[in-house]
C-alpha cells in the first residue's frame, strides 16, 4: 500500500512538474518581447513552486513512512 501512495505521490509531483515547465517554456518562447523583470518574475514563481511542490511531497512521504511503520 505504501507503495502505491509514493507512486501516486510521485504521478502527482511529475504532473506538477510538467505544469510548471511548460507554462515556463510557453511563457518565454511564445510571449518573447517580455522585458527582463517580467522574465525574472516567471522564473521566480516557476522555482517557489518547484520548492512548495518539492516540500508538500517530501512531507507527505515522511508522514505516510512514518504512518505505516507502526503496521
Do not use: Q
Request: proline share 3%; charged share 5%.
Amino acid at each position: 500500500m505504501l507503495k502505491t501512495i509514493t507512486r501516486n505521490i510521485f504521478d502527482v509531483f511529475a504532473g506538477f512538474m510538467m505544469i510548471a515547465v511548460l507554462f515556463y517554456l510557453g511563457a518565454i518562447t511564445h510571449i518573447m518581447p517580455l522585458p527582463n523583470s517580467v522574465l525574472s518574475r516567471v522564473s521566480e514563481f516557476a522555482i517557489a513552486f518547484t520548492n512548495v511542490l518539492v516540500t508538500c511531497v517530501t512531507w507527505l512521504i515522511a508522514l505516510f513512512s512514518a504512518l505505516f511503520s507502526f503496521f
